[in-house]
């Protein structure tokens, strides 16, 4: 959850099965309302191999679950539409063999 990007580069292009969900990462992304460069980067470079995540294990994420999404919704705004897809839903569409 605290992994920088640049050592999530290194991962991704190291190992090309490798895959990221994004829960915790919302305020990474999206810090001070702009999208994060290093995080677009990523995003642009691996386009098929992130996913969006609420990481709902601890019952204390539940009330702010709406929240979390909202959070979400906010970066994946900022990027080209086919992408914020990708990440938003088809890549784990694809993961899973869901449509």
Do not use: C
């Amino acid at each position: 959850m605290v992994t920088p990007p640049d050592q999530i580069r290194a991962v991704m292009q190291s190992y090309p099965n490798v895959s990221a969900e994004l829960s915790y990462r919302e305020d990474q992304i999206l810090g001070d309302g702009t999208l994060d460069p290093h995080w677009k980067s990523l995003f642009l470079d691996f386009p098929d191999r992130f996913v969006v995540g609420s990481d709902t294990w601890a019952p204390g994420r539940w009330p702010i679950y709406d929240a979390i999404i909202d959070d979400h919704r906010a970066y994946l705004k900022l990027l080209p539409r086919g992408l914020a897809e990708k990440i938003a839903f088809r890549n784990a569409e694809r993961m899973f063999r869901r449509k």
